[in-house]
């Protein structure tokens, strides 16, 4: 049973890998879902909208009920309609990977672009980034993008996943290259103000240590996340159905770890945001995600 988890692990990595990697060399995406058209998931669990929402009973807990609504409905038209390729600096390089998902990839394979929105600026984090309708509460970022396209990115610029955090029988933490992520927004879209100035922070700058109060100093390791089989045999990405996509306490889902020790008990948790940083919540951000290996080779050269 296990060689067959393995067995089928490999061949929905490779089959993936070969798919984004004739994207990017294909001059337009094809005309149906994208990547979506050629893998095969299983329908994922469905995802709590702001229609979805059950109505309240009395009429305070109805009022209150209909401004999380409107304001969830806010926060995805702002982000729907954004356009986050104009804060890369020459939007021209970037290769859109989905008709409909906010994720490119840039000519040279260097970068994966993705399109996100702040839902969190105080409190103690599990994440940088979860899915929409997921772990809003304790993530600083909120992504339109599923989990498997962004898997299937970092392997379409080179990047060598490892594994997620195993604790049986003891303790091993989450391996794979180490991936810098460099976050990006505009003062004018978080600040009501009329620059037009791109702030660049590296993501490590948004969290803080709870214990010591420093910048978080841990980078992100690529584990690759996790395949499931659903009863009838159909494997699906555990990512895209926990919203689980970039760790800072170990989930064996995430797409991106840290690779050490971090629990996911509240009261044990290791990081909270950094609030003087974070732009306002529903500000647009574009996240570039690059190999670190890379990026200390460029510095290597530079010297």
Known sequence: MFNRYLSLRYLTVVTVFFTLCSLLNAQELPQEQGIDAAIEFPDQKPQTTPNSVPKAQTNSDSDQQERVVSGAKRSIDIAKNYDYASLYDQPEQLKRLDKNAPIWATADRKYVALGAQVCLREGELEFLACGRNSKEHESILTLDVPAHLIHAALLAIGAKQGAP??????????????????????????????????????????????????????????????????????????????????????????VLDVPFESS??????????????????????????????????EEVEKK
């Open 165 to 254: 955090a195993k604790y049986d029988p003891i303790f091993i933490p989450p391996t794979g290259e180490k991936i810098e992520i460099e976050v990006r927004w505009r003062l004018s879209d978080s600040e009501q103000q009329d620059s037009e100035q791109i702030v660049k922070k590296r993501a490590q700058e948004l969290i803080l240590e709870n214990e010591s109060g420093d910048v978080m100093s841990s980078p992100w390791v690529f584990t690759g996340g996790l395949f499931g089989v659903n009863p009838d045999g159909k494997r699906y990405y555990l990512a895209n159905v926990t919203g689980e996509i970039f760790g800072v306490s170990n989930f064996p889902g995430a």
């Open 264 to 297: 996911s008990d509240n009261v044990a948790l290791y990081y909270h945001a950094n609030t003087d940083v974070i732009p306002p919540v529903d500000t647009c951000v574009l996240l570039l995600l690059s190999r670190q290996k890379d990026n200390d080779k």
